[in-house]
């Protein structure tokens, strides 16, 4: 387990704060992309070109990188072309998931069919359970990267179609994922998942941890039945990594000194774990070099920790009816996410606030309102976009297609959540 994240690089990144010379603690008013269309050598390794976030303050007007003669390599001492700048003044197209996803549209309805045929039909009260939340209106943002993190890769290789491999990951990603969110809502007592009654709430707790188990379970025989043993080791991580991040959330509740790296160790267990181990995934089943599939795997880590972080911004800043359950819920209940870890270094009294577990009537929506006056949103929106800069450059050893261009966009989508 200590292997796990010695090596995570959890940290916070400059990336194009130092080389604009910004402050990694400055706030963010717009990004941009950039394009590099230079393609890089190095090796048996070929980088190519790159999208990347520049961030501008506020209190300034310009904030470019105009020369690239002095910035530090990007990738393995590779260094980036003459960027073409985009014009920020045209009006950005809006990233939808059903565009977004449209590349990989067939791969995810054959998902959709197979998914209850693999979680089985031996026990009905189970497959209901199972069908609740599956049927919940899930993104499947997670198997629609196995999918295009797949067909990218696939390219690299030469392969034609995708590998009955490729198709079963997405299914066992997709199980172990689920498995998570019906156990997760039992741990924190929750109503609601997206909108509609939590597993645990229809069926009772008897129910929804045996459920819970099954998937897991069952996921873990047909992840055996692929016959990878670096696959079966990287996926049965995860599941260790859940349990890990579990435990350290419930031992860290009301705790004020909880540091920031504490916070991306947790997030990294909860979240990033799987989405890094499902592209990384992909990428070993297409057969392209450990490089690559190493790169995919930082892809997968960096994009799942932005992706925390945004929605835990979300829990602050959107109503209960767009969250899908009440909005403060992990404040509520102890848990201190990336805004409040900022929040708590320039206000006492929300250390106050939350060391009384909200003991006072209106105390909570008192520490909510703190969190955003005191700049802890636009701190971890810093944060999030800091993690997809280098996610989007985990990619340049990607060839240009339709499916990098998916990955790109994804990124951009998590981000557009918070603009």
Known sequence: MMSTYHNLDLGRTVLDLVAC??????????????????????????????RRLVTTRRDRTLCRVSSMKTVEPLLDGATQGPPRVLNLEEPKKSISLTNLFEVVADDLLTLNRNLQSVVGAENPVLMSAAEQIFGAGGKRMRPALVFLVSRAT???A?????????????????MIHTASLIHDDVLDDSDMRRGKETVHQLYGTRVAVLAGDFMFAQSSWYLANLEN?????????????????EIKQASSLFDCDVELEEYLIKSYYKTASLIAASTKGAAIFSGV?????????????????????????LDFTQSAEQL????????????????????????????????????????????????????????????????ADVAIQNLQCLPQSSFRRA?????????????
Do not use: W
């Open 289 to 313: 070099e450990s490089y690559i599939a190493g790169k995919m795997y930082e892809y997968g880590r960096n994009l799942g920790l932005s992706f925390q972080v945004v929605d835990d911004i």
């Open 407 to 419: 990955l790109e966009d994804m990124v951009m989508f998590n981000l557009e959540r918070i603009d």
């Open 21 to 50: 010379g910004c402050s990694s603690s400055s706030s963010f008013e717009r990004s941009s992309v950039r394009n590099y269309s230079k393609v890089i050598s190095k090796g048996n390794s070929r980088v190519y070109g790159v």
């Open 158 to 174: 030469g392969l034609k179609e995708l590998t009955t491999e490729h198709r079963r990951l997405a299914e066992i990603i997709e």
């Open 229 to 245: 043993l670096e696959v079966i080791k990287l996926i049965s991580q995860v599941i260790k990594d859940f349990a890990s991040g």
């Open 154 to 156: 696939a390219e690299l």
């Open 324 to 387: 899908g359950k009440p909005a403060g819920s992990d404040l509520a209940k102890g848990n201190l996410t990336a805004p409040v870890i900022f929040a708590l270094e320039k206000e006492p009294k929300l250390r106050e606030i939350i060391e009384s577990e909200f003991s006072e009537t209106g105390s909570l929506d008192e520490a909510i309102e703190l969190v955003k006056s005191c700049g802890g949103i636009e701190k971890a929106q810093e944060l999030a976009k800091e993690k």
